[in-house]
């Protein structure tokens, strides 16, 4: 191997018997300036660089300390007719100077020194290619870990439609309140597993026990207390999961001593499985099972408190109540007074009992806080089938009702609007429609509710920016995974969740509801409806066909799910940009 040195030195005389003396063993650089250098550096991958320190312009060491950000594994000597003590010293000790030689200097010994440096090159270019070959295989052996963890996690709800989303908001609330107990960034990650995991056990757990509808009883339910256990044993083999074992295994441990599997108590319980233990409960009160309706933010955290000190951590409990992002959440939602918050348009001048039952219907469906609206108060009716399709609510309203609606929107002032931009509701009608064009292509989903999924997919985002925006503004400039991680961190719960929630308040019914929970994470997208809703966003959010087409995320196998190929994409794209622009000409006439 022919190793690349460079030199550089203003004087033209010290270049050229430098350049003599290395020329027959290595490929030699030369440069009469530190700028010049760098030029040249950026363009090559030198081994090895010889620098005077005096030199006009940019000294020696300006330009080591340079090179150094510029190619991190460059050997880098200094070349000196005098002693600038102080300068050098400082170089040595930040490692940016492998050695310095003095003028006038000895052929033979500076030979030498190069020879060794080149070996310490060789030594520190192996040592950084494992470096990177290790991180590169400890990121591959995480996603590997992450991907078998959601597939586990999936199926354990998929046995249990009152499950879903259990493991993810679990792992939020665990994640938020592993925060405020200042747990480092290893932990939280540690604790995000466990909590995501902590069921996993119940996949051994017959049916008969999950989904019954009664109390279970004493024989049952030393049954159902045998999944902890089983959970730990079943990730057993899985790489560095030590510490989300002992999670798992304990996380229905009791502080007072009388939970299981080991009765342990107060300290003994790993803080992760205390935490884990009052969220879970926490979640398991706020969501309905099939023996009870869900109790309210408020009632759940009674209920907590009651039992603090017994059967929860008393200090994980408080830290819960001291929560206030998820109780202003669920007091919204619980309260029916978001619809006001979601994103609009400039305030619209249109009177509500002028236009034709028609031109309601063209507004309701292309303005989603409008159509939280109509929604919610449909199917709030007594006697009212929930339904999802907007024009169905629209029927159940009826005209007059619809006006009183749209009245009370449009009548707020622009001070009480909380849009960020036109564009935020024009790619939610894009989605809603692309979605509706899927729906028919696969017929997984009715096109008309496939469509209001679409239009309201991000209404928990928009609640969100409304309730917490500062917060929301700093997160918008995130990629969508970094960004979803800080949702829950601030708020213990991701706008997808919240999303949910707000349909559900609405009367959607709970399956078509579940789609929005999951459609932004690819990876973890089992149900074709949520596969379904994910590409309709993407095709909202990509401005030409052939990029939709050539989206290599999206995986082949996925696609099979909808019986769909890229191309199939790509005329989707073109449609719904086509039906888009007519419903906005429609819309303006």
């Not at 609007?417 to 009608?429: F, K, L, Q, S, W």
Request: glycine content about 6%; charged content about 25%.
């Amino acid at each position: 191997m022919t190793y690349k040195l460079m030199i550089v030195d203003d004087e033209q005389a010290n270049l050229r018997l430098l350049e003599r003396l290395f020329r027959r063993d290595y490929q030699v650089l030369t440069a009469d300036s530190g700028e010049a250098a760098l030029r040249l550096l950026a363009q090559h991958d030198v081994a090895l660089l010889i620098t005077d320190q005096r030199m006009p312009g940019m000294t020696g060491i300006e330009l080591i300390k340079h090179a150094a950000d510029l190619r991190p594994q460059l050997v880098r000597i200094i070349l000196t007719g005098y002693t600038d003590v102080s300068a050098l010293v400082e170089a040595i000790n930040c490692g940016q100077v492998y050695k310095y030689v003095t003028k006038p200097w000895n052929n033979d010994e500076l030979r030498l020194t190069i020879a060794r440096a080149l070996e310490f090159y060789e030594t520190n270019r192996a040592r950084h290619e494992l470096l990177h070959q290790n991180q590169r295989l400890s990121a591959r052996l995480k996603e590997m870990t992450r991907g078998f963890v959601r597939t586990i996690a999936d199926a354990l709800e998929a046995k249990d439609e009152y499950m879903h989303g259990h493991a993810r908001r679990v792992s939020g609330y665990s994640v938020a309140l592993g925060r405020r107990f200042a747990l480092g960034g290893a932990q939280l990650e540690q604790l995000e597993l466990a909590a995501f995991l902590h069921d996993i056990g119940k996949i051994g757990t017959p049916d008969s026990l999950l989904l019954k509808p009664a109390q279970l009883t004493d024989e049952e339910r030393a049954v159902m207390q045998l999944h902890p256990e089983r959970g730990a044993r079943m990730l057993t083999g899985v790489p560095e999961m030590q510490d989300v074992i002992a999670a798992v295994r304990h996380h229905h441990e009791n502080y007072d001593g009388t939970g299981y599997p080991e009765g342990l108590s107060s300290m003994q319980i790993p803080l992760v499985a205390r935490i884990i233990h009052v969220a879970d409960a926490y979640d398991a009160m706020t969501n309905p099972r099939p023996f009870r309706e869900a109790l309210s933010h408020e009632q759940a955290l009674a209920r907590l408190k009651e039992h603090a000190g017994t059967q929860f951590d008393p200090e994980v409990v408080r830290a819960l109540t001291e929560f206030g992002a998820i109780a202003q959440i669920r007091r919204t939602i619980a309260d029916g007074s978001y619809d006001a918050l979601l994103v609009q348009p400039v305030a619209p001048t249109i009177d509500a009992y002028d236009c034709t039952p028609e031109e309601l219907v063209s507004r309701i469906e292309t303005e989603p806080a409008l159509a939280v609206a109509v929604l919610r108060e449909a199917n709030a009716d007594a006697g009212a089938q929930p339904t999802a399709r907007l024009d169905e609510a629209c029927a159940l309203l009826g005209v007059d009702r619809l006006r009183e609606v749209c009245a009370r929107r449009w009548l707020l002032s622009a001070d009480e609007y909380h849009a960020r931009d036109e564009a935020t509701r024009a790619r939610a009608v894009c989605c809603a429609v692309a979605a509706r064009l899927l729906a028919e292509r696969t017929r997984l989903i009715a096109p008309a509710e496939a469509y209001t999924l679409g239009l309201l997919h991000d209404v928990g985002e928009e609640l969100l920016h409304a309730l917490f925006p500062a917060e929301m503004t700093t997160l918008c400039v995130l990629a969508d995974e970094a960004r979803v991680e800080q949702e829950v961190a601030l708020f213990g719960v991701d706008h997808a969740q919240v999303g949910q929630w707000l349909l559900e308040a609405c009367g959607v019914p709970r399956q078509l509801a579940a789609h929005v929970l999951t459609h932004h994470d690819l990876l973890r997208i089992n149900a074709p409806g949520a596969l379904l809703l994910h590409l309709a966003n993407v095709i909202a959010h990509t401005d030409a066909p052939h990029k939709i087409a050539a989206l290599d995320a999206l995986g082949s196998d996925r696609l099979a799910l909808l019986g769909l190929g890229r191309a199939d994409l790509a005329e989707i794209h073109t449609a719904a940009y086509a039906a888009l622009e007519q419903q906005q000409l429609t819309a303006l006439c």
